[in-house]
């Protein structure tokens, strides 16, 4: 039996009358794991703390994200397949190691997909947790991904989410009180960190990167990419 079926029965504090939400409880009040509750169209329902604070985000922020947003693009068709086969019952359990985008960027995870039933052995919900790879050791300054040359500067950030949401020249220096100049001058150092030879390709490399917090729109730089 794995660690994360061993939580399912674990004893807390919830109704011993409710079996299936004193399981979910028994996950939920595990602090040191990282867990989700996901309905059948994969969406969440609620997480705790630890997974709500892998992608910087708060727990009231997530109930009604898509799953599959919170990881990496080219992972997301084969996780929704799997997930949708634990929905439909063909499997009990999954387990796959993707690439998540976490408020520090994109990280190796450990993703364990458990099938909840209902008191007539239905299946109703989904339960996640994951188990992020160890973080390389601490440096006395962490290190951005290989497709960013160096962190981004406060300014820098709030150019980049203006340009990601769309905003003209015009518009981002009456937002930022910078001239046009200077304006084009932050999006210019934008376009060489990251390689882009256009505004388009800058908001594709910084997405791609990992430089956005997911599921959140206006869209926003990610802290931990910020010097």
């Not at 867990?35 to 708060?58: C, E, K, M, Q, Y």
């Not at 727990?59 to 693009?73: N, Q």
């Amino acid at each position: 039996m794995s660690a994360a079926q061993d939580m399912l029965i674990e004893t807390n504090t919830c109704s011993p009358e409710q079996a299936d939400e004193y399981r979910l409880c028994s996950l939920f009040d595990n602090s040191s794991a990282r867990i989700a509750h996901v309905d059948l169209d994969l969406r969440l329902i609620g997480s705790n703390a630890g997974f709500a604070d892998v992608f910087g985000l708060s727990v009231e922020e997530l109930p009604g994200v898509a799953l599959v947003d919170l990881v990496h693009a080219r992972a997301r068709d084969a996780l929704t397949r799997r997930l949708l086969s634990l929905a439909r019952g063909e499997r009990s359990r999954i387990s796959d190691l993707i690439a998540t985008l976490t408020r520090s960027g994109r990280t190796s995870t450990e993703l364990t997909g458990i099938a909840v039933t209902n008191g007539a052995g239905r299946i109703d919900s989904l339960v996640v947790l994951l188990e992020l790879e160890p973080e390389p050791a601490a440096s006395a300054a962490a290190p951005c991904p290989a497709d960013v040359r160096k962190p981004l500067t406060r300014m820098e950030a709030m150019v980049l989410e203006g340009v990601a949401a769309g905003m003209s020249t015009v518009q981002l220096a009456s937002k930022l009180f910078l001239s046009r100049g200077g304006v084009e001058y932050h999006v210019s150092a934008l376009m060489k960190n990251l390689d882009a030879a256009n505004r388009s390709e800058l908001v594709s490399r910084a997405y791609s990167a990992g430089l956005f917090r997911m599921g959140s729109w206006p869209p926003l730089v990610t802290e931990g990419f910020v010097d």
